[in-house]
Structures are given as structure tokens and as C-alpha cells.
């Protein structure tokens, strides 16, 4: 029998009424297509003839109206009560339907609405009729909350705070919002429980490749960690990229350690600081627990300074001025293999998986298979020094003491398929990835590159612009080294300082002085910068607790 069109109605109750927000009014109109179903069917069925009682709907109203349908009037109160007495199961049913035809806006009002319920003390709707509804409609309706407002929630109650602590769903919500605001940060935690290695460190200048491993554990599903991640990542962005609105909680500086001569390349992980320097012909390995940076051992066996390296968990690639590369075994400081061929200074490695690829004063790069130590191909057409090279699958991306870049491709024939121009000096640091490269210069500035777009630069940010060194000539200006994640991008000048962009707006949010010499490297995770220069120190500006 196919329905009837039945119109259903909230009248307001008459004046003097007890009922709740007793002004208010909706009205719902509903015209059933084959096979939907009226109101009425959610909650137990149609009701019967005018006149008669109802166990679900009471004493109603109902009249006939054009066209064979029906108008079904009920008082808000009356309405309250037929929802009071409706069994669980049903209430679930229509609720969980009411929320999933409504838009985010319409969800977002309601709990605007309850949120003004529990402020309200004179307010006449009880608390305790939003803590009855389903565990799964609340859990529905906080999903659609921000940061904020879930916290609010978190306080109402202990039963609330548990909602918010244990639910999937809201893990999933924390999760999301890893997402979105860290997408790189999110998907290492969500890769494994271990860190993820290598963490590629940087040549003499040039800065790191990649960002260290995060200090909190692989989150999974727990919404606890989830959550922690996210508290524990915003309060390290809200000092880094907005220090005036925090000024109780400014960077702790600590001098790491010292060492005889400038230093030319840091790299860290969870255990381990090595360093690279001038009058020292070794590598550095020191221990990273806070306030007992000591010396473990080092790595002897170059002739000259060790200018860059790379380390991840088994192996440790260095660079020196002695015109070699060399692979250490990590875990026993054997040197396993001394790579010759480079007739100049070596100034910059980097490897990925068995590949290994070095650029020298010799104005070549070269890539090399690590397990042979055979050179592979070698890469001639800079005309300067080469400065910085970094490699990620077949691609390969190279600087020079110059001002020129070059992109190749070694899959097969080793061919120069994009020369990038746009720079004035020299090109100490590069860093890219399959929508980006990034590329700083001793002309203060740094290009972002698109890949995607035929290589157009399509954003230039300047270090100086309202600096100091903008005004002062006898300054000494430039990019050295610098690392970005999803939010921000961190660079150390031939000033001495540190600038701090916005990754997202390319805003310069501040610089701060950090050495007294050049800046050669830094490395950064979520709460801590680490910084090496040729005023001998090693230094650690970190984020309070």
C-alpha cells in the first residue's frame, strides 16, 4: 500500500508551559518516495486514527489536508516525552539517521548547542539527556570538533574524558589532524614503531636531506599517542613560527661541545652526534642524552679535515679534503672501503641504498655502488666546484660554487636533463623531493623550484628582507645550510644567524643570532635544532618541556 503524504509538525506549547525552550520551533515536512519510509516507521510505525491513543506518540493531532495526506501537529513537549519513552534501540536508530543526513554545519550547531547547555546553569534541558544518547552518536558528532573544542569536551566529565581518551574514532580524528597539519611527520609514525633511517646529514655547507627520526613512539591506533603527538608537535610549532605571542617559552640554547677547529658537518639520531672538523682528521661521535653530550669514540683514518657525512643505522659515509670517500661500519669503526677517483677536495655525499653519489673540487660528481666500491658513471658538465649533491631514486641534483644547478637522470645513460638559472652566487644547499627543490645561495636567497611545472621557480624567499643585514653592507649575507619539514623552513647564514619561514605562506617569521662565524650545518626534529659553525661549537637550542 503505498503511503500517504504525511506532514509532521513541532507546534510551540501555549504559553506558561514547563517544557524546554518552550519558544522554540521546526518544522519538518516529509514526502515519501517508493521504498523511503515517513518519520513515523523510526519510530515504531504510523500512528492510528485521530482521536485515539498512542503508546510511542500520546495524544497528537492530526487532520487531513489536500491531495490525501495528512498534517500530524505535536507540541515540543509532547514531542520530548515520545522521545523519552522510545526504547533504546529505536532512539539509536533515529538519531544515528538524523546525523548522517545532516550537513557538518547543522552537526557543528548542535554541539554549539550543547556546549552552550552545559554553560548555562539556568538552562532547562538536563545534562544527563546528552549522556544518554548512544556512545556511538556522540562519537559521530565530537569527530566533526577541532583541537580545541574536543579539550573542551575532554572536561565535562570523567565519562566524557574516557569518550575522548579510549574511542576509535576520535583516534581517528587526532590522527586526521596529524595529517593535515605534519603529513611527512604522520606517515613516519604511521610506517613502523622503529625510526626511520638513514637520516641523510649534511656536507660542509650543504644542509641535511632529511629530518631525524620524531622523539614520540609510532602512535598506531592508540588515541592517547595520537593525541600526545599532536599536543606534543603544536607547542613546538607555536614557539617556533610565533615567538612573540610566547615569550615564557623562549628556545634554550646549551653549547654542546667545542672543538679545535671549525666545524664543518653535523649529523644526529635518537643515541648519536658526529661531527666533522677542520684540524681533526676523524669523525666525532658523541652521545645525544640531554646535558651529557660526551665523546664515545671517533672514526680515524682521512688525511686531511672530514668536510660532510652521512650515517643510518649500519653504516657511516664521510668526505675529506684528503681527496677520498670513505664507508665506516657504524657499529665497529672499521672503515670498510676508501673510494678513490675524485682528483680534488671532496665537499658533499650522500647515498640511497647501495648508491652513493660524491661532488669534489674536481667540478665532477660521481656515483658509486657501495657494495663494490666501483664508480659507476661521473657526471662533468659544472664548471665550478661542486657544493652540494643530493640523489633520490634515478634523479640526481647537483650545485656548484657557482650559481649553477643541474638535474640528471642516471637510470641508464648518466644525461643533464634540466639546468636551473635564477641565482646569483654561488649554490651552497639543496634539498628536493618529487614536488619541490629547494636551493640556497650566497646571494641570500632561496628558490623553490617545481618539478611538475617544467622546473619553474615559482617562489623566491630573501633572507635579509627586514634584517639588519638588508642595511649593512660589510655584513657577511648568505645561505649556508638549511632543513624543512611540512611547517617551516630553518636556514643558517654567514652571519651567524638562524631565520625561521613560515612552509606554508613563505612568511619570515624571525631570526635570532645563534654563532659568531658561519653557519656550516644544522639538523632539526620536533623539539630541538642543532646547530655546528666555524666559531668551533656545536650547539642545541631546543624547546622547553
Not at 554545519?105 to 552545559?118: E, P, R, S, T
Not at 576509535?168 to 613502523?192: D, H, K, M, T
Not at 677517483?341 to 658533499?348: I, L, P, Q, S
Not at 650545518?521 to 656545536?538: A, H, I, K, N
Amino acid at each position: 500500500m503505498a503511503h500517504m503524504h504525511t506532514e509532521w509538525s513541532l507546534e510551540a506549547d501555549s504559553e506558561g508551559s514547563d517544557t524546554p525552550r518552550s519558544k522554540a520551533s521546526a518544522r519538518k515536512s516529509c514526502s515519501p518516495t517508493p521504498g523511503d519510509h515517513p518519520p513515523a516507521a523510526w519510530l515504531g510505525g504510523l500512528p492510528p486514527a485521530p482521536g485515539k491513543a498512542s503508546p510511542v506518540f500520546g495524544a497528537y493531532e492530526r487532520t487531513r489536508r489536500g491531495g490525501g495526506g495528512y498534517a500530524v501537529n505535536l507540541s515540543v513537549g509532547t514531542f520530548l516525552r515520545m522521545l523519552g519513552d522510545l526504547p533504546t534501540p529505536q532512539l539509536q536508530r533515529l538519531m544515528t539517521v538524523s546525523l548522517n543526513d545532516a550537513n557538518k554545519v547543522k552537526v557543528a550547531d548542535v554541539l554549539a548547542l550543547v556546549q552552550d547547555v552545559l554553560a548555562d546553569e539556568e538552562m532547562a534541558v538536563p545534562v544527563y539527556g546528552i549522556n544518554q544518547l548512544p556512545s556511538e552518536i556522540l562519537e559521530l558528532t565530537l569527530s566533526y570538533l577541532p583541537p580545541s573544542s574536543l579539550l573542551v569536551c575532554e572536561r565535562v566529565s570523567r565519562g566524557w574524558r574516557g569518550l575522548c581518551s579510549r574511542s576509535a574514532r576520535i583516534a581517528s580524528v587526532w590522527r586526521r589532524l596529524c595529517y593535515g597539519a605534519w603529513p611527512s611527520f604522520a606517515a613516519e609514525q604511521e610506517a613502523a614503531p622503529v625510526p626511520r633511517l638513514p637520516c641523510p646529514s649534511p656536507p660542509a655547507v650543504p644542509a641535511p636531506d632529511a629530518l631525524p627520526p620524531p622523539a614520540i613512539p609510532a602512535a598506531g591506533g592508540d588515541p592517547l599517542a595520537w593525541k600526545q603527538m599532536y599536543s606534543s608537535k603544536a607547542r613546538a610549532e607555536q614557539t617556533w613560527l610565533n615567538p612573540t605571542k610566547h615569550p615564557d617559552r623562549p628556545l634554550i640554547a646549551e653549547t654542546v661541545l667545542t672543538q679545535d677547529n671549525g666545524i664543518h658537518c653535523i649529523q644526529f639520531d635518537g643515541s648519536d652526534l658526529m661531527t666533522g672538523s677542520g684540524e681533526r682528521h676523524e669523525i666525532g661521535v658523541w652521545t645525544m642524552a640531554r646535558n651529557q653530550q660526551r665523546p664515545r669514540h671517533g672514526l680515524d683514518g682521512h688525511k686531511n679535515a672530514v668536510t660532510c657525512l652521512q650515517f643510518d643505522e649500519e653504516r657511516v659515509v664521510s668526505g675529506s679534503l684528503d681527496n677520498t670517500v670513505r664507508i665506516w661500519d657504524r657499529a665497529t669503526g672499521e672503515c670498510e672501503r676508501t673510494l678513490t677517483g675524485h682528483r680534488d677536495k671532496v665537499w658533499c655525499v650522500q647515498f640511497e641504498g647501495s648508491r652513493l653519489v660524491s661532488g669534489s673540487s674536481d667540478k665532477m660528481v660521481r656515483v658509486w655502488d657501495m657494495n663494490t666500491g666501483e664508480s659507476i658513471c661521473s657526471l662533468e658538465e659544472h664548471r665550478t666546484s661542486v657544493s652540494c649533491v643530493r640523489i633520490q631514486g634515478d634523479t640526481v641534483v647537483s650545485s656548484s660554487a657557482g650559481n649553477s644547478i643541474r638535474v640528471w637522470n642516471i637510470a641508464q645513460t648518466p644525461t643533464c636533463t634540466q639546468k636551473l638559472r635564477g641565482h646569483q652566487k654561488g649554490v651552497f644547499c639543496l634539498q628536493f623531493d618529487q614536488s619541490k627543490i629547494l636551493s640556497g645561495s650566497l646571494d641570500s636567497t632561496i628558490r623553490v623550484w617545481d618539478p611538475r611545472d617544467s622546473y619553474r621557480n615559482v617562489c623566491t624567499i630573501l633572507a635579509t628582507e627586514g634584517t639588519d643585514a638588508a642595511h649593512d653592507s660589510t655584513r657577511p649575507t648568505g645561505i649556508i645550510c638549511f632543513a624543512y619539514d611540512d611547517t617551516k623552513i630553518i636556514a643558517g647564514g654567514a652571519d651567524g644567524k638562524v631565520d625561521i619561514w613560515d612552509m606554508r605562506t613563505w612568511r619570515h617569521v624571525t631570526n635570532f643570532a645563534a654563532h659568531t662565524h658561519w653557519i656550516t650545518s644544522l639538523q632539526f626534529d620536533s623539539e630541538r635544532l642543532v646547530t655546528g659553525s666555524r666559531d668551533r661549537s656545536v650547539r642545541m637550542w631546543s624547546v622547553p618541556p
